[in-house]
């Protein structure tokens, strides 16, 4: 079978099956996908560097909690690395492997300006994993027979990802923002606050939306604006203690955060 009439054949499918968080199209069982992010997860541990501050990681997972605790349970235990390693461009997103594996960059912490932040950058992550994004674009790429390589909770191939699979990418970005929203407001957190933050880091792409794996900043503002006006009022939490977190990191990380390269989303602008 050609490519093209597979890769239409593949979204046919997923079209069917994708109406609910986790479905869709997925070679990989739980089994599997657990075995799998496993794996990568000890991959990323042998390139990066962990931050070795109790205070830290007690504070990340703790706010790990409150969101995973908003989400049906399937069954995944999420586990939270804080590392020194600035990663995924300019969003700082944490990189997010299949089985639940979250790994939050120093950069994301001290690029927030406030817990709220963190958290919506946070629920974006564990929304990749609890819509099985990576397993399901890895799917794709076993059907459709293209060597893609996992590479910060995504599957690319270093820039010649083919069309079809970057409208899947930008559908799955999507994806994770609506549900980073409810997520957020659900526990607790200002929804607010991961909009505010895109706007202030996320550049404007300069590719054409067609070949740009990513959702531009303006429509990933519109559409998180769209459906926080569709939520109910309410209070949402404060905290005092993020200054003392981030003073805690920049003592940890006292040059300027290492860049790994070989993380970054191979075709971010």
């Known amino acids: 079978m050609r490519l093209g009439l597979l890769v239409v054949l593949i979204a046919t499918l997923a079209v069917a099956q994708e109406r609910q968080v986790g479905q869709g199209l997925n070679f990989y069982s739980r089994e599997k996908e657990a075995a799998f992010g496993a794996q990568l997860a000890q991959e990323v541990r042998q390139r990066t560097t962990s931050l070795d501050s109790v205070v830290v990681r007690d504070f990340v997972e703790q706010i790990g909690r409150k969101l995973t605790a908003q989400l049906p349970d399937a069954g995944i235990s999420y586990t939270f690395t804080v590392i020194a390693d600035d990663v995924n461009g300019s969003t700082h997103e944490p990189i997010s492997l299949p089985g639940g594996y979250i790994f939050v960059p120093a950069s994301l912490i001290l690029t927030s300006q406030n817990e709220a932040e963190c958290a919506g950058m946070l629920a974006h992550s564990i ?44 559908a799955f970005e999507a994806e994770a923002d609506a549900v980073a929203v409810q997520m957020t407001w659900s526990a607790g957190y200002d929804p607010w606050a991961l909009v505010r933050y895109i706007g202030r880091v996320q550049p404007e792409s300069t590719k054409p939306n067609a070949f740009s794996p990513l959702r531009s900043r303006e429509s990933r503002i519109a559409s998180m604006e769209k459906a926080i006006q569709e939520l109910s009022l309410k209070s949402y939490l404060s905290s005092d203690e993020f200054p003392r977190i981030q003073g805690e990191v920049r003592r940890l990380t006292p040059n300027q955060v290492r860049r790994t390269p070989s993380l970054l989303h191979p075709n971010e602008d």
């Open 127 to 170: 929304a990749h994993v609890a819509a099985r994004h990576g397993t399901r674009q890895a799917t794709r790429a076993e059907a459709a027979g293209v060597p893609l390589v996992f590479t910060g909770g995504w599957v690319g191939n270093g820039g010649a990802v083919p069309l079809g699979f970057l409208s899947f990418q930008r």
